[in-house]
């Protein structure tokens, strides 16, 4: 029988702490009743992608609805993985979305009484955890090479039986003290591994909160719960770290709940309390009838890189998400229409526990809702800002004369029904670069259903009544009477009433106009347009058109 007490300081000789040492450093929190305290765990790879966001959103809200604290966690233990400045992404692409963390790293670096909070710099506490498992014979060091393991492996499979390192396969479970020494004092290398008391014929039940009840066969393997640089693995890192951190809620990705029996073995083994946990789905992606994980290789949008790219609005994103989290969110919406979106009560009983489809349109049609109840102002900076940062030569434009694009930017804005054009920053200058001459691409050809002469007529008639005093109406009146002259209907009723007796119809002849002024047949309405780009251009734009047509074949 080994003495586990000798072991265990055989083991870990500079391990002078003791469990009870950490658990009086870092008391339950002293927050009022139901506060959350949720977190984040990334590790540092320089790769954020979507479905961090979203369940970040999920942690975020929980705490910060019930008065907790989020905080941000570094899971460094891979080194390979390891990128430069990634915690600074982290941090700058949270905060991005509104979602700041209060513990943790931070802006403000590392902040809070429950830290350090890089797991590079909690040996210690892993150490001890793991020395005290080893001295109530839960753990042991287990000295197998990759080849021994294979061997292992090997042999399970001509027996039929199930691979890993449990029961009478795990050969270094029951190595005397003496053994063990042997291979100390010989420089073996070796990991901790748990000592299970598992046994999956019986099973476990545990609770998520999105997916309910749950049951799993009881975990017979023993895990390994620190690598051979005494670093552990996520499993061990996991417990060790939620307990002293005092989470209430783990938010994480589903992928963690085929080694949940593993995380409710470690709980119940160190005798602490088990936190509640959220196992949130994998975002999907329709593709023909079927729909697939979305993925890293295939999937740009994968990425929360490709929004920053493509100018998204955080805001929106966020709004867009939040309609995947929570199927009452839209219908909230629409009946708060100007509200925060944090004055919405998100709830983990209405999230959906099937996958999460990623629709791409329905993200674009937020944003454009989003961007449109934004005033010209907003839009203004944030496009400067973007800009700046991912097209330089459109921002010299666009910021050349603030007053003039913000006259832009206030088409159709601020009203009841303000239009929906935008849908990201960079759209800006398809929408709106005509008004810039540097970015004015004049067209090149005209409705094939008008005659060039008629063309021809409208365009140098226009000219000489181009007033760019006029108000709406008159701009209009003159456009009917314009048309009437030409043998087009004034009113549209009477063109519907008798197409035949007309060459087509005031229509036809703002159509004409708005090309000649915008080089498109789309675009913000046509008098705002001339009255923003003022006598000279709108003028000089059409005497062009007017060239383009008599040369063309139109
Ligand atoms: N580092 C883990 C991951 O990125 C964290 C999982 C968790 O939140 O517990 O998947």
Redesign the pocket.
């Given at each position: 029988m080994t003495d586990n007490k000798y072991l265990a300081d055989l083991l870990f000789p500079d391990i002078d702490k003791t469990v009870d040492y950490f658990e009086e450093k870092y008391p339950p929190r002293n927050l009022a009743e139901g506060a959350k305290v949720t977190?984040?765990?990334?590790?540092p790879t320089g790769f954020i992608h979507i479905g961090?966001l979203f369940?970040a959103l999920v942690d975020e809200r929980l705490a910060h609805q019930s008065g907790g604290i989020f905080y941000l966690r570094i899971?460094d233990t891979d080194q390979k993985r390891k990128v430069d400045g990634a915690v600074e992404l982290i941090i700058d692409t949270f905060k991005r979305y509104g979602l700041s963390f209060d513990e943790g790293y931070t802006e403000d670096g590392g902040v809070g009484d429950y830290g350090p909070y890089r797991q590079r710099e909690r040996a210690e506490i892993y150490q001890t955890v793991a020395k005290h498992l080893v001295e109530k014979g839960l753990a042991y060091p287990c000295f197998c090479t990759e080849e021994d393991l294979d061997k292992i492996r090997k042999s399970q499979l001509e027996a039929g039986e199930n691979p890993g390192y449990y029961g009478k396969w795990a050969r270094h479970r029951d190595c005397d003290v003496e053994e063990i020494e042997r291979n100390l004092s010989a420089g073996k290398p070796f990991v901790l591994r748990l000592r299970s008391f598992g046994d999956i014929s019986k099973t476990v039940k545990a609770r998520d909160m999105i997916k309910g009840e749950l049951e799993f066969p009881e975990n017979n393997m023993d895990i390994i719960l620190l690598k051979s640089d005494g670093i552990p693995t996520?499993h061990f890192a996991?417990v060790v770290d939620?307990h002293f951190m005092r989470t209430t809620h783990?938010?994480?990705?589903e992928?963690?709940l085929s080694t949940f029996p593993w995380h409710l073995q470690l709980f119940e083994y160190l005798g602490w309390k088990l936190p509640k946990f959220i196992h949130t789905a994998h975002m999907l992606k329709q593709e023909g009838t079927g729909k697939r994980k979305l993925s890293k290789r295939k999937d740009p949008e994968f990425g929360i890189e490709y929004y920053n790219k493509n100018g998204f609005e955080p805001e929106a994103v966020k709004e867009y998400l939040m309609t995947v989290l929570n199927s009452n969110f839209e219908e909230w919406r629409l009946q708060n229409k100007d509200k925060d979106i944090d004055e919405f009560k998100f709830t983990v009983n209405k999230m959906s526990s099937s996958g999460a489809l990623f629709d791409m349109d329905k993200l674009i049609d937020v944003s454009k809702n989003v961007i449109s109840k934004m005033d010209a102002e907003t839009v203004y900076e944030k496009v400067s800002e973007w800009t700046k940062q991912y097209d330089p030569e459109f921002y010299l434009y666009f910021t050349a004369n603030p007053d003039y694009t913000k006259e832009i930017l206030s088409i159709g804005r601020g009203g009841k029904k303000p239009r929906k054009d935008i849908a990201v920053w960079s759209g800006v200058k398809e929408y709106m670069g005509f008004f810039f001459d540097k970015y004015f691409v004049p067209a090149e050809s005209f409705p094939e259903n008008l005659a060039k002469e008629d063309i021809v007529a409208v365009l140098s008639k226009y000219v000489s009544i181009f007033d760019p005093v006029d108000d709406q109406n008159t701009w209009f009146d003159k456009i009917k009477v314009l048309a009437g002259d030409l043998g087009f209907a004034s009113e549209m009723k009477d063109y519907k009433q008798n197409p035949d007796a007309y060459k087509g119809s005031v229509a036809d002849i703002a159509m004409i106009l708005r090309i000649a002024v915008t080089g498109k047949t789309m675009s913000p309405d046509t008098y705002s347009v001339m009255r923003i780009l003022g006598a000279e251009k709108v003028v000089s734009r059409i005497l062009a058109a007017l060239d383009i047509v008599r040369k063309g074949e139109n």
């Open positions: 977190r984040i765990a990334p590790s961090n369940g899971e996520y996991h939620d783990v938010v994480r990705g992928e963690w």
